[in-house]
Each structure stands twice: as structure tokens, then as C-alpha cells.
């Protein structure tokens, strides 16, 4: 298991189309499993190993796919906009 973290790691600090493949495929993991509280925490572990350009992708994604649908199925906890670390 520890080599699949590991190379899951390397992926996703490489970045590019397959490191932004792989942070989307594990949320969308994350979420089906667990839902949107464990999300949250993989967003704190997952986001930051993408490189900075990538983090900026993931980002305009999210706000892309808010924007089209306007926020109606969205909703926010405040667990998940909780600044603990």
C-alpha cells in the first residue's frame, strides 16, 4: 500500500493532465465512499501536492462547473470552510 502512496504522491507533485486526473479520481472516490467531510481532508492533503499551475486548473474547474449550475446543487458546510489544518 505504501508504494501506491508513495507513486500516487509522485503523480500528483508531477502535476499535468494525469496528476489533475488523479486528484479528480480520488475525490470523486473520496466522495462516493465517505462523502463530503472526507473530501475536505483530501483537499487539504491532495491540493497542495499538485504544482501551482495545476492547483490554478482544479480551481477554474470548480468555479466553471459552480458557475453552470449556479450554485443550486452545491451546498457549503462550515466543517468544510473550517481553516483548521
Same mark, same amino acid.
Given at each position: 500500500m505504501?508504494?501506491?502512496q %508513495?507513486?500516487m504522491?509522485?503523480?500528483?507533485r !508531477?502535476?499535468g493532465e494525469e $496528476?489533475? @486526473?488523479?486528484?479528480?479520481?480520488?475525490?470523486k472516490?473520496? @466522495?462516493?465512499?465517505?462523502?463530503?467531510?472526507a473530501? !475536505?481532508?483530501?483537499v487539504?492533503? $491532495?491540493?497542495?501536492a499538485l504544482?501551482l499551475?495545476?492547483?490554478?486548473?482544479?480551481l !477554474?474547474?470548480?468555479l466553471d462547473?459552480?458557475?453552470?449550475?449556479e450554485?443550486s446543487?452545491?451546498?457549503?458546510s462550515s466543517d468544510? %470552510?473550517?481553516?483548521g489544518?
Open positions: 505504501a508504494d501506491f %508513495t507513486e504522491t509522485q503523480k500528483l !508531477a502535476g $496528476g489533475i @486526473r488523479i486528484f479528480l479520481g480520488m475525490s472516490l473520496v @466522495r462516493k465512499n465517505s462523502g463530503n467531510q473530501i !475536505a481532508e483530501w487539504k492533503v $491532495g491540493y497542495p504544482p499551475k495545476d492547483q490554478q486548473v482544479v !477554474a474547474l470548480l462547473s459552480y458557475l453552470e449550475h450554485g446543487r452545491i451546498e457549503i468544510a %470552510t473550517a481553516g489544518s
